[in-house]
């Protein structure tokens, strides 16, 4: 079968990103007043350390970010957000925050901070900033006094200190498990040597979880809320959004028969009821949020990080007075089949504006297998925990992209908001060959290796095939090892491709755009066979093919493909893996 384009209209990608249409006038910043613009913006997500470099350390930076921006304009995204740049000993790549009022000297200063906000609003970019509630470094200086304190002391009461269980004290508190493997309870030790109480910790030793039954912690944190908006962000994302408020008495936590995973290290996906995630307290918090952003101008925006098992529970996060985006992970985690991807699509479509709020979508981010390669892994190796190179099921690289770029093809045309992981419109795989020796999650030191956790989607992405880093930076240092094969993935490998992933992430942005598809609405198109995704948008039918045959397309014109296409009788068909955009006739 020979593989050409039928009716393909290929435009150039747009030189600049046109304002989002509303229908007032925007600010000098970029605001469309009243418009909420996060209802339809497509975020990018910037993972600091990895997006690029200006001091030639090896970790990426806010400099780096600013330098960038004309880039991402001209790929046509509405917003940014950035993974933590705060003081930070970095045990947990920054979600492990010593000083949530300043930069890690890592990431710049605070001046720098707002030379890339005023240069990302002046390029008519909104900015998100990351907020991590949860839990504080154990460099905090709130930890270091809890640990100086007696047991039962104001100091001590900001987190969540116990007594040891047994006799002697020597066994936690409670039988909890840390999402990155291991007990979530580490044992302090007394000034005289002794062995003291024991501090919860979700995730690693390094973060002990504060208790936000504590004014003085909430207080603080409307502090924190406060610091970022009066610089000027439009919001943040809110880290483990789930996860804050535990069950009183820090009962232990007993599976239910039906969870095959264990729900620690799940990060809260299962189905049955964890002291520690999804509690209701949680919601007053939001609320108290909500009403401080609510005292500012230009629609700033919550979006909570909250992973729970279906779209229903996930709504909850949204209700009008809370946030006002949740990531949907159930999307996320649906792998490439066409009646799933159908269910979690209409249940979104259902469940978020049930509550006022605006349906989100997701394939990427820093902490799952990247999309160009989770979507070819097979039963053996299911996605979670990373992949390595002796993992099952290795993802064969040409379906991944293939599957990856429908995928992205379906996600674009969806109404609502999307966000777009650094990197996957280059389409880059994760990184599975990493040695041992180089990788640097907490889960894979707390796993002993058992499990890879998420270095292999954290690689500094490449702009330029031929600099030193891939022009990460000029001095070819890179915090984690960059693969050969990334010189033909690099931007400018791909600024003169139209069949690159660069075009396909621009020219889907744009059409999407000009067609208004994010305020839109979807109809389901039947006809095309249970393996095939078919709606309608405004004026675009989307058709992605997920079956194991070319499917024949309508008449009409093609507006995006996410490859090529075969020739077959009037119309053309559309290969296996493949996603299209058309005007109909
Ligand atoms: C979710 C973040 O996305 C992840 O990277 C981090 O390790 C945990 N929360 C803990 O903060």
């Not at 304002?19 to 975020?43: C, K, M």
């Not at 992970?329 to 792998?335: C, Q, R």
């Not at 999309?371 to 099921?393: D, F, K, V």
């Amino acid at each position: 079968m020979t593989s050409q384009p039928t009716s393909t209209l290929i435009s150039p990608p747009p030189a600049e990103a046109s304002p989002a249409a509303t229908a007032e006038a925007p600010d000098l910043r970029g605001n469309h007043p009243g418009a909420e613009w996060w209802r339809t913006a497509v975020i990018y997500q910037i993972y600091p350390r990895s997006f690029a470099d200006a001091s030639g350390d090896g970790i990426g930076d806010l400099p780096g970010v600013t330098a960038h921006l004309d880039d991402l304009r001209s790929l046509g995204v509405d917003a940014v957000w950035l993974s933590p740049f705060y003081r930070s000993p970095q045990h947990d790549a920054g979600y492990d925050v010593a000083d949530y009022r300043d930069i890690d000297p890592l990431f710049g200063t605070l001046d720098d901070f707002d030379t890339m906000l005023a240069a990302a609003h002046a390029r008519g970019i909104r900015v998100i900033v990351d907020l991590v509630p949860n839990h504080s470094s154990d460099q905090h200086v709130w930890f270091q006094e809890a640990l100086a304190a007696e047991p039962g002391s104001p100091a001590r009461a900001r987190y969540l200190f116990r007594d040891g269980r047994g006799p002697a004290g020597d066994e936690p508190p409670n039988n909890w498990e840390s999402v990155f493997g291991g007990p979530a309870w580490t044992r302090t030790t007394n000034p005289d040597g002794t062995p003291g109480q024991w501090y919860l910790h979700l995730f690693d030793t390094t973060q002990p979880d504060f208790d936000w039954a504590n004014p003085e912690v909430q207080d603080e944190f409307r502090g924190i809320l406060r610091f970022w908006l009066d610089r000027g962000v439009d919001g943040f994302r809110v880290d483990v959004a789930h996860g804050l408020v535990k069950t009183d008495g820090l009962p232990d936590h007993v599976p239910a028969a039906s969870t095959a995973e264990p729900a620690a290290d799940s990060m809260g996906g299962g189905d049955d009821d964890v002291p520690y995630w999804g509690q209701d307290g949680v919601h007053e918090i939001y609320r108290d949020w909500h009403r401080v952003l609510a005292e500012y101008d230009g629609d700033r925006a919550l979006c909570a990080e909250a992973w729970l098992p279906t779209v229903d529970r996930t709504a909850e996060w949204v209700r009008s007075d809370e946030m006002h985006q949740a990531f949907n992970f159930p999307y996320l985690m649906t792998e490439w089949d066409a009646p799933a991807i159908r269910e979690v699509i209409s249940e979104s479509l259902r469940a978020f504006p049930a509550v006022g709020a605006p349906a989100t979508w997701v394939l990427s981010n820093h902490d799952v297998v990247r999309h160009a390669s989770r979507l070819a892994l097979t039963a053996e190796n299911p996605q979670g925990h990373g992949i390595g190179p002796s993992s099952p099921g290795q993802p064969i690289p040409e379906v991944g992209l293939r599957r990856a770029r429908a995928a992205t093809t379906v996600m674009l045309a969806l109404p609502g908001s999307a966000y777009v992981y650094q990197g996957e419109e280059l389409g880059l795989p994760e990184v599975i060959e990493l040695p041992g020796e180089v990788r640097q999650d907490p889960t894979w030191f707390r796993t002993d290796g058992e499990r890879y956790g998420r270095d292999g989607c954290r690689v500094p992405i490449p702009w330029t095939a031929d600099g030193a880093a891939y022009g990460f930076n000029t001095t070819g240092a890179s915090w984690l090892p960059q693969p050969a094969e990334w010189a033909a993935l690099a931007r400018d490998a791909q600024e003169g491709d139209p069949d690159s992933t660069l075009w396909l992430y621009r020219q889907l942005l744009a059409t999407r755009r000009a067609e208004g598809l994010g305020a839109g609405e979807l109809t389901w198109l039947d006809g095309y066979g249970d393996d095939v995704i078919a709606f309608r948008n405004g004026n675009v039918t989307v058709i992605a093919n997920a079956s194991d045959a070319a499917v024949p397309l309508p008449a009409g014109t093609v507006l995006v493909s996410s490859g090529p296409l075969q020739a077959s009788g009037r119309a053309g068909a559309l290969p296996v893996d493949t996603a299209v955009w058309m005007l109909s006739d």
